[in-house]
């Protein structure tokens, strides 16, 4: 695995922000560096209708079952 200079980046921002976004072109790399920056944190990916349907439903619920953060893929 190759290491980005992102992720010392990415750590510093967990600890200033509750949320942070990640942009870039499509296949290149955000993903697997948000998963290889917080491999603590859960991965969903909002790509899975039934997953993003409960997240529109109920936007605070959904968020409130996610106490310890989140790794929130595909939230366009």
């Known amino acids: 695995m190759i290491t980005r200079d992102l992720e010392a980046i990415l750590k ?9 976004a990640l942009t870039g072109p499509r296949q290149s790399g955000k ?10 944190k859960k991965y969903i ?6 997953i993003r349907q409960a997240a529109l439903d109920d936007t605070r619920g959904f968020l409130n ?3 310890d953060g989140a790794i929130i893929d595909e939230a366009q």
């Open 12 to 20: 510093k921002l967990a600890n200033q922000f509750k949320a942070i």
């Open 65 to 67: 079952n996610l106490p």
């Open 31 to 40: 993903s697997t560096l948000a998963r290889t920056t917080f491999p603590d």
């Open 45 to 50: 990916s909002l790509e899975n209708p039934d």
